[in-house]
């Protein structure tokens, strides 16, 4: 075995390791941190195999926005640090039958697709080819989806600002 | 406009506070002659201390071996945690009558906070301050010290 | 020439003819890494004393002169002591974070260093995203002091990892605000690039007014990252009695408190790279003889004295401000900060697309 794929095995590893541990974590703190573990040997993966915007990407987004913010609302949860109590052996039956079942469905789906290998070298795409291609509109063009995706945040920080704004009696 | 008018000369002025006051520790900084700390076991003979540095209370006495202090107990009633304790006497004057005058002035210098109440207390301004400092003992009952000299008296025509 | 990037050279060189290229590559992970730590220890000590010194002449004090030459051994001496202490755990923590976080933020600190130019053709790591890679990796430590906070069971230490929190994330826009104004003018995120093209001069004199402002906004917001002076809310020790590490001690205490020394060294490295041209030495427009008296100077000289430039500026501010308040500090972010960054993103994009800049 390569270097390359013992790396491969090692951060692919960590991802499973730290995803089950984060489900099965009865500290929801813990399972916050786990979660963030995964994610960030998901960029691990991404700088593995050479894609690094978008592994810094992966990084920004989800370690940097959406665990901090899912800790932020961990710290402002009551009795945040007591552990949950174990679940109850129906519901467990239950979801362990729901995820088996999921499992299944996506093994008979990737089974049943022929995964063929491309060997053609494609051409690294730099930063500058996919800003110019989030901004197109011919074939490989992202721009409605990047619009709408402005427009939804847009949407957003409106929405922060209207509920954030305190009702003011002397004018209103 | 008037908004943005404010809001620029919130900015400039903001900052420009920011750097007098960074000129002046620029200044210090430059200027190693303004600092104030002394090389203390090293310069110990030519230590510059302030004038109203306080190290202990001290009894002044003259060179008839006199003091200023009748025992009036006034600073031992002003000191805050009893570091002062006058013990008195009565002494018999000329005239045969019995008059009250200090014995000893027992100062406990390991209670002494500094506060300067006694000295402030004090009518006849008996004791003062002094500036000495180095204290360091290997026994605690050295601290406790008798402030009036074996053998001195009372000073003439003070009450 | 004798340089650090021939020494580097023929060391990798001897590596891959020595070993299959894979356990070479593995062997110089082990190298830069042992180097990178050993970097750390001696920015630690370095940097320790140049703090305590600063602050001293600039409080009219002396400072530490007794250890050693004049008291440059004092830091040693600390060390010493951090390493001997005890390092408690306390009885109603998360014992695991609480032990893993000091190491999650040295972790980052550690990432961080990849990407910096120390000479030239000296990198560690020459990464296409640069300064996006930055801005990424910087994210990880603020889970770390998330994560200390927490874990510690204590009020305080909970308190300061929400204010460092709430500081950290929202200082991080206007500082990638600062960043994108030079990735304008430089027109790439690879901080080689980034460094060659201030080839004639730095970004600082040729992008005049906007990398000036932008230069202003990236400093106090590097201050604020770092949780320094006057923007240090979240260890305010008369407060919180030092927020998220109160209940650190010894070497876990000692992570921490070498970490923002070195989290200070890779943000003013990352302000000299960008906005003072890195390793680039002094170049002023055709004067061929200054030019050329200026190239013999080593690059590394360049790259550390730009950078110990900006970390005085810092501890100029930390000796000389007082601490913000939690709304001012938050005005000051979204109030100022990030409005006249944006406005000077509109600027430099107009002057790039205009030609204005040398």
Same mark, same amino acid.
């Given at each position: 075995?390569?270097? =390359? ?26 399972? @916050? ?6 994610? +960030? ?46 679940? #109850? ?11 088996? @079942?999921?499992?299944?469905?996506? $093994? ?15 051409? =690294? ?17 992202? $721009? ?29 | ?159 | ?8 050279? =023929? ?76 390092? /408690? ?56 002091? /998330? #994560? ?13 990892? #929400? ?14 605000? @600062? ?14 690039? +980034? +460094? ?41 020790? =008369? ?14 205490? @000692? ?24 390793? #680039? ?78």
């Amino acid at each position: 075995m390569s270097i =390359s794929a013992m790396f491969f095995y090692a951060l692919s590893a960590a991802v499973l390791v730290s995803a089950v541990l984060s489900v099965t974590s009865r500290n929801i703190f813990r399972s @916050a941190i786990f979660l963030l573990f995964s994610l +960030i040997s998901i960029a691990g993966i991404y700088f593995w195999m050479n894609y690094e915007f978008i592994a810094a990407v992966q990084t920004i987004v989800y370690v940097g926005g959406i665990v901090v913010l899912i800790i932020f609302s961990i710290f402002l949860t009551q009795q945040a640090g007591v552990s949950l109590p174990a679940p #109850m052996k129906g519901r467990m039956i239950y979801a362990a039958l729901a995820s088996i @079942a999921g499992f299944v469905l996506v $093994v008979m789906q990737l089974l049943a697709h022929p995964f063929k290998v491309d060997n053609s070298v494609v051409a =690294s795409r730099g930063i500058k080819d996919i800003g110019h291609g989030l901004l197109e509109t011919g074939a490989n063009g992202y $721009v409605l989806p990047f619009e709408l995706v402005s427009i939804l945040l847009l949407a957003a920080m409106i929405g922060c600002i209207v509920i954030a704004l305190k009702p003011n009696s002397t004018t209103a | 406009m008037s908004f943005l008018i404010d809001y620029i000369r919130t900015v400039y002025k903001s900052v420009r506070s920011l750097l007098i006051g960074m000129r002046k520790t620029g200044y210090y900084f430059t200027h190693h002659k303004e600092i104030i700390t002394q090389n203390y076991p090293e310069n110990r003979d030519t230590l510059n201390l302030p004038e109203r540095f306080r190290g202990e209370v001290v009894m002044t006495h003259n060179e008839a071996n006199e003091h200023r202090c009748t025992g009036c107990t006034a600073c031992e009633l002003a000191c805050p945690n009893g570091t002062i304790k006058i013990v008195t006497k009565f002494d018999i004057t000329p005239e045969g009558k019995k008059k009250k005058a200090l014995d000893t002035f027992v100062y406990h210098l390991e209670l002494c906070t500094m506060c300067n109440l006694c000295i402030e207390a004090c009518p006849t301004s008996a004791i003062k301050m002094d500036q000495a400092f180095e204290h360091s003992v290997y026994d605690r009952r050295l601290l406790t010290k008798k402030l009036n000299k074996p053998d001195s008296k009372l000073m003439e025509g003070v009450e | 020439m004798l340089s650090i990037a021939g020494i580097a050279n =023929s060391i990798h060189q001897w590596l891959n003819e020595t070993f299959s290229s894979g356990w070479a590559t593995l062997l110089e992970f082990v190298l830069v890494g042992i180097l990178v730590i050993s970097f750390f220890a001696f920015l630690g000590l370095v940097l320790v004393f140049m703090e305590r010194k600063v602050s001293a002449y600039m409080q009219l004090r002396v400072g530490p002169n007794r250890v050693g030459y004049k008291g440059l051994a004092q830091t040693l001496a600390d060390t010493i002591k951090l390493v001997v202490k005890e390092g /408690l755990t306390p009885d109603g923590a998360d014992k695991f974070l609480f032990n893993f976080a000091p190491f999650l933020v040295l972790i980052a600190s550690m990432l961080l260093m990849a990407p910096i130019a120390f000479a030239k053709d000296f990198q560690i790591w020459d990464i296409n995203i640069g300064v996006l890679y930055i801005t990424a990796i910087s994210s990880i430590s603020v889970i770390g002091v /998330l #994560m200390a906070g927490w874990s510690s069971n204590n009020k305080y230490s909970l308190l300061g990892a #929400m204010r460092s929190g709430a500081q950290i994330v929202s200082y991080e826009l206007s500082a990638g605000l @600062a960043i994108m104004t030079i990735v304008i003018l430089a027109g790439s995120i690879r901080l080689s690039d +980034i +460094i060659a093209s201030q080839e004639n001069g730095w970004w600082i004199f040729k992008g005049h007014i906007p990398a000036i402002i932008a230069f202003v906004i990236y400093i106090i917001a590097v201050t604020a990252e770092t949780n320094r002076a006057p923007f240090d809310l979240a260890e305010a020790e =008369s407060e919180l009695t030092a927020g998220f590490h109160t209940e650190y001690s010894g070497m876990k205490f @000692a992570l921490f408190f070498l970490s923002e020394y070195v989290n200070i060294f890779i943000v003013c490295a990352i302000g000299a790279t960008l906005f003072l041209g890195g390793w #680039m030495p002094l170049h002023i427009g055709h004067w061929e003889g200054f030019n050329h008296i200026m190239d013999f100077i080593p690059s590394s000289l360049w790259f550390m004295g730009k950078t110990f430039f900006l970390i005085f500026l810092i501890m100029w501010f930390r000796w000389t401000f007082p601490r913000l308040r939690i709304d001012q500090l938050l005005n000051l972010e979204w109030k100022y900060l990030l409005p006249i960054s944006l406005f000077n993103l509109l600027l430099v994009t107009f002057i790039a697309l205009m030609g204005w800049y040398f």
